[in-house]
T-cell receptor
Framework: GQNIDQPTEMTATEGAIVQINCTYQ??????LFWYQQHAGEAPTFLSY??LDGLEEKGRFSSFLSRSKGYSYLLLKELQMKDSASYLC??????????WGAGTKLIIKP | ETGVTQTPRHLVMGMTNKKSLKCEQHLGHNAMYWYKQSAKKPLELMFVYNFKEQTENNSVPSRFSPECPNSSHLFLHLHTLQPEDSALYLCASSQEREGQETQYFGPGTRLLVL
């Protein structure tokens, strides 16, 4: 079967750095998405990785290792508004999106 | 209006009621999706429409009935639902029906079935 694993919940301090991991076992791979979802709101696109390496976008970076079936989202200089759920999703060989259950990130002052 | 909009934002219904959820996208996209989101579970893809044609129905019970009159509008008709159908129902759109296309989501309808 196909599976996406990410931690259920993480806590971090304002101003710090946090890394949210995502591991996947899918039938093929055609890219990996990270989305942010604030409580009661729509998921919004953060990043898309299809090649190995680190993609940086402001305070957020996303890393991919296809050989390890692993990605992480790195958030720097955390702000209270970063409190949200972070969803990892993989595009499989049939170009279907396989979603993880999301990681709820709690930021404390 | 921009992006993807959904109405209503909240809905409470009895098991014998009939209601409809509405989604509208203002992005000029050709593909639209219905998802079910339950607490601590992955997003469940329910239906996909590409150029107004339904291309996927992921074993969804017949008490959920989608309708796509044009590329900008998507409906989900609900009847005789069960309490376990209570969830957040998200609509999304993308330029094409390809998995690597970024999907843009609406804010969702929070549904409670009593």
């Amino acid at each position: 079967g196909q599976n996406i694993d990410q931690p259920t919940e993480m806590t971090a301090t304002e101003g710090a750095i946090v890394q949210i991991n995502c591991t996947y076992q899918t039938s093929g791979f055609n890219g990996l998405f990270w989305y942010q979802q604030h409580a009661g709101e729509a998921p919004t696109f953060l990043s898309y990785n299809v090649l190995d390496g680190l993609e940086e976008k402001g305070r957020f970076s996303s890393f991919l290792s296809r050989s390890k079936g692993y990605s992480y989202l790195l958030l720097k200089e955390l702000q209270m508004k970063d409190s949200a759920s972070y969803l990892c999703a993989v595009v499989d060989s049939n170009y279907q999106l396989i979603w993880g259950a999301g990681t709820k990130l709690i930021i404390k002052p | 209006e921009t992006g993807v909009t959904q109405t209503p934002r909240h809905l409470v219904m009895g098991m014998t009621n009939k209601k409809s959820l509405k989604c509208e996208q203002h992005l000029g996209h050709n593909a639209m999706y219905w998802y079910k989101q339950s607490a601590k579970k992955p997003l469940e893809l329910m239906f996909v429409y590409n150029f107004k044609e339904q291309t996927e129905n992921n074993s969804v019970p017949s008490r959920f009935s989608p309708e796509c009159p044009n590329s900008s509008h998507l409906f989900l008709h609900l009847h005789t639902l069960q309490p376990e159908d209570s969830a957040l129902y998200l609509c999304a759109s993308s330029q094409e029906r390809e998995g690597q296309e970024t999907q843009y989501f609406g804010p969702g309808t929070r549904l409670l079935v009593l």
